[in-house]
């Protein structure tokens, strides 16, 4: 155990989550914090502008002890608190190192990053230090002069400085943070930083949990953003490729860095599906630390639901979701189309709030008219998922990318067999992970994406055969039972802090 | 999906590079310039009286006026004069030109209402012995050249060169003709040219920036908002002139140097002559300096910070600020050139100008030292202007502290040491002055792109 005294079980960071943002994500968070009311928490909140979190999306449970908050904006801002001399360091020697390892071209070792670390704990390397002297000036003028490819220099100047600052004041930050016992990051980037300093900082453990691959999304992010583009007086007049493609390279080895700091301290490495494990292990994981540990329901509040299920009527088919271009709505409605062709009574509903993207929604309408589809498909807008679940005969998701969609478990637990695509954790959960679970058998079927076809011919195999949807509705009730249920994850995690806490 | 849905666009985002800090250059230069002119058009009053029906005592009355009136007023104005043109530089890169006005008549009433109270406190308990025409003359007088130092600041936004010219010659023809007609009225009519000269130039100066700068709004004290921000060119101004006149005051006001010469106004004989002269010295390095800094400087100081705010490369940023600080010292050295050149003719010829005036040979040594003073004054200013071209406002606001500091206490030293060092004082500070002025400037050349980069605090 641990001298020190400290104020909380577990320290939650969190970036751009909970208690400020609703989603996926948040939820998931709530209900942890929830379902371990014996566990105490101190939250560290980190954010992007301040102005962009007006007020918190979720009542603060009892069991969270303090938040803390910080927003990667105010770091960099030089009105703040920044001195306008800074003495010169003695040696320059840790300010190279730090550069080097989130800037330079070539890979840094692990002990590279072990040693940053330490000279950011120690002061050796501060936000003033690098934001203010001379000595810092003349590392980024070197490295810029090795480096970068690229012509502007205010560009680099300003992309390494608003990656730089939010390290740095994250590091003195943690010095002011109350102590926890253990700590848990919901996603490597800044949140996973600050679990790798708080871990050397307080020798405690470090445990992370990634929804989705923090490092992809921001590939992602990068690939689509048009804000350096924008942000240039140089676009104006046209000169602007080879700075932004630069500096776009510049942002991904970052996050790239900061993935390899954080897969290098955390312990164990938490991902929901194999998927996501094995991409973990792709970028820097040692095998041996990564865990799955998949979302889960509160099964309980579907006791009785599949018995309400009425026999006879048409055969209904449903996708529960956003109808947004990432569902692919438009696959399953073409998928309407040629399953009409053998089981012509056929109903399809599209489930899902219309708000977000009024353009694709009224494409989708026009869509079914061409189609000639007005007879079955029907938008159905909002509904309450424990009514409408259990009158479906099949439960159709056509999306382009998932994580690990819970809709699929609670379809489960309405006995309602699925036919999803194959992205994220859809066929894990389909056909089972391990051998455990696979031996129960599949819960549905797996196809591709965006093949309308292929997705028919599977619903049609499951509703026109009984025996075989009675096996698909049996195997899927029983995997959610087994392996998803919300009471098995809390359990779970309820263990690693167990462990985490008790094992220095 | 857990992220941060930060806008990478804002981090990208830079601020736009602080003001223009372009009609700065001027500051000192435009406004010496008419007072250089205001000092040679006195003497050529004093001179074209002497020889009429002025007795020798009145034209000394008249021209020891002058000097308390140019001395007062721009040490009163120096700071306003500073700060208004940054403010007004501001406003024309914000393009609020229709700012501009409103807060000139503001600024010129505000001016008015504080000279006039200062003028009337002063006649009213100073001026006793003098008559009462005498004391709404210099009353007047005062009010006008303050109002003068602060439109003058326009002239060089106004790039309208040729005009501004004519109207200098229009202004200081009027002011020579009217003496020549007034002069019967001896010092009052003396006083009187001078009002009218400057009334002139006030006038038909203001007339034009009306011109140029229309406006919905009458007055405005917005300008007030920004004292605070800009405090430290309010200082610098009043410490500039205030360096530029001690020593004269000093002269002035030690009873072994001086004389009573009308009212309070004390006068040095010895002193002040010589240096007034030697002034006019400058006028030809000034005009090269403004030239070179104008066109080479400016160019390559425009080019540096293009280059920082648009993306330039690191080494083209340093090319530009080497650029940059060759043409600096190009100007500097055209300067020397130009003042060692007369320097040297003034050397040899001095002794017949001072003939040929009808001044006594024994103000010579004094005369040669105070030519090599004002000429290092030159430089001094041009290295000021510089600063002020790079927003170094601290240092130069310690440049002008540390010459009132030198000035006041070398020229006390000197009357110390006897007649023979007179004016050694005046030199000597502004020598010290002005190497550490070239010290500082090479140091901040050299830390130019850093601190450009990371001493930012807006």
Redesign the interface.
Known sequence: MSAHKTSADICLLLEGTWPYVRGGVSSWINQMILGMPDVTFSVLFIGGARDAYPERQYEIPENVKHIDEIYLEDTWSLKNDLPQRVQEPNNTEAIAAFFNFLHAEQVPSLATGERVLESLLKGEVTRDLIMRTESSWQVLCADYEKNCSAPSFIDYFWTVRTMQAPLLALASMAHHLPRAKAVHAISTGYAGFMGCVLRKLWGCNFILSEHGIYTKERKIDLAQAQWIAESSDQTLRGGLAPSSSYMRALWIRFFERIGLLVYQAANPIVSLYNGNRLRQIEDGAAEQRTLIIPNGINLKAWEGIPEQRATGGKPVIGLIGRIVPIKDIKTFIRSVRSLVNSIPDVQAWIVGPEEEDPHYVSECRSLVKSLGLQAQVQFLGFQNIKEILPKMDVMVLTSISEAQPLVILEAWAAGTPVVATDVGACREMVCGISEEDRAIGPAGEVVAIADPLASARSISRILQDPVYWQTLQRNGLQRVNRFYSEALMLDRYRALYQHATEVQ | ??????????????DTYGATLRAYLYAGMISSGPWALSILSVMVIGLLSLGALVPALEVRQFLISVTYLMASSLIFTGGWQLFFTRYISDRLFEQRDDTVMPNLLGILLLITVTASAMALISIVFLFQGTTWLYGVLMFSNFVVLCNLWIVIIFLSGMKAYNRILLTMLLGYSVMIGASLLLDQWKVYGLLSALLIGHATLLFVFLAEILRLYPSGKLVSFEFLKSTRLYFSLIMTGLLYNFGIWIDKFIFWFNPETSHQVIGPLRGSLLYDLPIFLAYLAIILGMAVFLVKIETDFAEWYEKLFNA????????Y?HHARDEMTGAIREGLFAICKIQAVTIVVLLIFAPNILDWLGISRYHLPLFYIDVVGVSIQVVFMALLNVFFYLDKRTIVLSLCALFVVLNAGLTLLSQQLGPLYFGYGFTLSLLVCALVALYQLSKTLD?LV?ST??????
């Open positions: 999906m857990a992220g941060i849905g930060f806008q990478l666009r804002k981090i990208l985002a830079k920082v705010r648009d993306g330039g490369t690191l080494s940023i830390s850093y980069f990371m001493l930012r605090t807006d």
